[in-house]
């Protein structure tokens, strides 16, 4: 053990942006001599002080970057000796709304600690991979698969996000219809609590901490490592698209596949709505899967309207499987679905390059600049029973030109859902996940972000004004009245979580959810 490196002195600019009720020395003094592996950086490095949705900015005390978790816990003890500071875990950075800042507090640094061996273990005839909190799903996948032959069952589209991050949400995709989301394919947590306990945590062991924290959106604990449930690896996938004209032929056919036994349906179902034009962006030329196909539009019905639906799915198969009889089960599973003939696209890719296909976005997003630009990107869970009126009120009027990127919409079950976790979902068995991901440049070369944010706030009051079944998925709010609203009859059991496992209110600050209170 070593006494943790100050690496930079706090200068009296620093000191100003410290609560006013804190001095910066006696902050100082809190973390001085604490047995750290990691580091203290006294400097509040920029990229602490905003996150991908770049809309907020709040500028911490100090980065902690910690070497395991006794580091975590050490500090998040230390903290809670002061009156006013406050802890907030950053992953990857890939928040919207400022989630993962902690304004004049401390920031921790969970990529520091991705070095954590990603070990593979097998108990009870079940294997499972012991990842760090911090590890991306991206490593986990390439470590799971080229060593092990092993892959986690349920992902997020974009995988270079964080374990715990993930796991202090939901984390869905296409996979979530059959196996729920990547909240309910863990079995074992290691959590820093509020108090600064590390606690490992279970179905069965110490139980309301962990379906506390799965979804607790980082209130409850700081997550430092999950065993996540394996599945072979398949070789190869089979990656499918193909065009709707009109909204209740897509919504029904994916509703219908979704609700398929395994063996009769794809292994993944997404979806989304896209513009009706020749918009590289928005429109037709999103959908095709490579640079080799085209997209006809003298296949279109005549009948339809502003926008088209695309239904995304994927079967996975293994390379010595006879190629006819995998393309004998596609075509019976497609048969039935009323999608516009041809306009469908597929490619055959490996497995892993099916899981990592926003990796290639991304790196084009970087490089023209787009990536760093702000994104006001909003996410919503629609029952289905609202998700038609969804469609005519919100995607045909409010967005009927496209947001910029992806406007996904598609089916999952609720079944697949464990109602014992944080997580709030409308009801009825099936609901819809709604993503608006805007990938626009900055202003001026494109909209203004104050412009988009409004956007967002209409088709939220568009849907309380006609009484849709939703909720935010991935949420911000701005007042606990609004929280209280959010968690419904589940806000008590909430508040009697925090008031166990963080009652000083020391965690995830940016959530805006409580409010810190001293110690007592």
């Keep these: 053990m070593m006494v ?30 604490l047995e750290l592996q990691g580091r203290i950086d006294y400097g509040s490095p920029a990229i602490a002080s905003k996150d991908f949705g770049g809309i907020r900015f709040a500028k911490p005390f100090a980065v902690v970057r910690p070497a395991g978790c006794q580091d975590v816990a050490r500090v998040v003890r230390a903290t809670g000796r002061s009156s006013n500071l ?17 304004d004049g507090g401390i920031v921790v640094d969970m990529r520091s600690m991705e070095d954590d061996a990603i070990q593979v273990v097998r108990l009870d005839g079940a294997v499972y991979a012991d990842v760090g909190g911090g590890a991306l799903w991206e490593d986990v996948l390439k470590r799971c698969v080229s060593c092990y032959g092993m892959a986690p069952r349920s992902w997020t589209d974009y995988l270079g996000l964080t374990v715990g991050g993930t796991l202090s949400n939901a984390g869905v995709s296409g996979q ?23 606690v490992v945590c279970s179905e069965n062991l110490n139980s309301e901490l962990f379906f506390g924290v799965l979804g607790g959106l980082g209130q409850f604990g700081i997550i430092t490592r999950a065993r996540v449930l394996l599945q072979p690896a398949p070789d190869m996938v089979k990656w499918i698209r193909v065009v ?28 989304f709505a896209f513009v009706n034009s020749d918009d590289p962006v928005n429109g037709w030329p999103s959908v095709p899967l490579d640079l080799t196909q085209f997209f006809d539009p003298t296949h279109i019905p005549t009948t339809a309207g502003p926008l088209l639906y695309c239904l995304e799915v994927a ?18 599973m497609l048969g039935r679905l009323r999608f516009c003939e041809r306009l469908r696209f597929q490619v055959d890719l490996s497995y892993v390059e099916f899981l990592l296909r926003v990796k290639q976005a991304e790196e084009h997003a ?108 991935l949420p911000h ?34 959530q805006n959810i409580f409010s810190r209170n001293p110690p007592s």
């Design 244 to 271: 709707y004209a009109e909204f209740g032929e897509f919504s029904g056919d994916a509703e219908y596949l979704v609700t398929r036994p395994e063996g009769e349906t794809f292994d993944y179902v997404e979806g």
């Design 86 to 102: 406050t802890v907030a875990a950053r992953g990857n950075g890939h928040s919207i709304n400022g989630q993962a800042m902690a």
């Design 176 to 198: 979530t219809f059959r196996y729920g989301p990547q909240t309910a394919n863990v079995t074992e947590l290691e959590v820093i609590t509020g108090k600064g306990d590390a």
């Design 477 to 510: 709010y701005t007042s606990q009245h609004e929280w209280k609203h959010h968690f419904g009859n589940q806000w008590s059991r909430f508040v009697d979580r925090k008031a166990s496992f963080d009652p000083m209110a020391i965690l995830a600050p940016g």
């Design 4 to 33: 943790a490196c100050l690496e930079r002195f706090v200068h009296e600019n620093d000191t100003e942006k410290l609560s006013e009720n804190e001095d910066a020395d006696a902050t100082v003094s809190l973390f001085r001599g």
């Design 366 to 473: 970087k490089l023209n600049g787009i990536w760093d630009a702000p994104h006001p990107w909003l996410n919503l869970f629609v029952s289905a029973r609202d998700v038609a009126a969804f469609d005519r009120t919100v995607f045909k009027k409010i967005l009927k030109r496209g947001v910029g990127g992806p406007m996904l919409v598609y089916p999952m079950l609720r079944n697949k859902w464990d109602d014992r976790t944080s997580v709030v979902l409308p009801e009825g068995e099936i609901f819809y996940l709604v993503a608006l991901l805007r990938f626009n440049p900055s202003f001026p070369k494109g909209p203004a972000v104050e412009e988009l944010v409004a956007q967002n706030q209409e088709i939220i009051c568009c849907c309380r004004d006609n009484a849709f079944d939703f909720k935010l998925y």
């Design 315 to 332: 079967l996975h198969y293994r390379s010595v499987d006879n190629p006819s009889t995998i393309d004998t089960l596609v075509e019976r």
